[in-house]
């Protein structure tokens, strides 16, 4: 079975600063690992996603993420928050297929000016 | 050149009442799915569907019904709606059905049920 905990439920950052999303999973499986962005009334779109290649998964908008299995995390970093990058944040982990997919409870990302 | 488009993408409606969404996608995906987003953002998985299969989270009444005239559209029918059926409904879609496979989203029906 597959879990995902995302640790923070709202970070807020400056514009320009970095910015972290945390992530930490559970998987019987060797894990597909993704993170969705939504928008307000908007649907989720994949931001990036992890599956056994590259530990470091570079993704759109300046995102990227890195899969650490010591700590079973896959945290979300950008080096400098844009305004536009304010919205809610899904870490979604996947096991034998997308019927096993289990979305996080969702990061809210404020970024003030 | 919407790839994953729902109607409507808001609903209003009274208890007991039968209503649908509908969902269309032109990516040439071959699995379609419907999730519910809960008042505090979570996401739940009700439907995956392919041409092959459908498969239905057993948590979810029997009220609901997806319904696939052809491998483009994935549409929900809701029936004797209830309060605790108000949420967002998205839509999705993906190549395939296995683990590494992303969903494409729609941009959700919000349903309130009064």
């Known amino acids: 079975a597959q879990s995902v905990t995302q640790l923070d439920s709202h970070v807020s950052v400056s514009e320009g600063t970095p910015v972290l999303l945390r992530c930490n999973y559970s998987?019987?499986?060797?894990?597909?690992l993704f993170w969705y962005v939504q928008h307000p009334n908007k649907g989720l779109q994949l931001l990036l996603k992890?599956?056994?290649?590259?530990?470091l998964v570079k993704g759109i908008n300046g995102f990227e993420a890195e899969f650490k299995k010591s700590e079973t995390s896959f945290h979300l970093t950008k080096p400098s928050a844009h305004m536009s990058d304010a919205a809610e944040y899904f870490c979604?982990?996947?096991?034998?297929?997308?019927?096993?997919?289990?979305f996080g409870a969702g990061t809210r990302l404020t970024v003030k000016p | 050149d919407t790839a994953v488009s729902q109607t409507p993408k808001y609903l209003v409606t009274q208890m007991g009442n039968d209503k649908s969404i509908k969902c269309e996608q032109n990516?040439?995906?071959?699995?379609m799915y419907w999730y519910k987003q809960d008042s505090k953002k979570f996401l739940k998985i009700m439907f995956s569907?392919?041409?092959?299969?459908?498969?239905i989270n057993e948590t979810v009444p029997n009220r609901f019904s997806p319904k696939s005239p052809d491998k483009a559209h994935l549409n929900l029918h809701i029936n004797s709606l209830e309060l605790g059926d108000s949420a967002v409904y998205f839509c999705?879609?993906?190549?395939?059905?296995?683990?590494?496979?992303?969903?494409?989203f729609g941009n959700g029906t919000r349903l309130t049920v009064t």
């Open positions: 990516l040439g995906h071959d699995t």
């Open positions: 998987s019987s499986y060797s894990p597909s």
């Open positions: 569907y392919n041409n092959k299969e459908l498969i």
């Open positions: 979604v982990v996947s096991g034998v297929n997308n019927n096993d997919m289990r």
């Open positions: 999705a879609s993906s190549q395939g059905g296995t683990a590494n496979s992303p969903l494409h």
């Open positions: 992890y599956t056994s290649a590259a530990t």
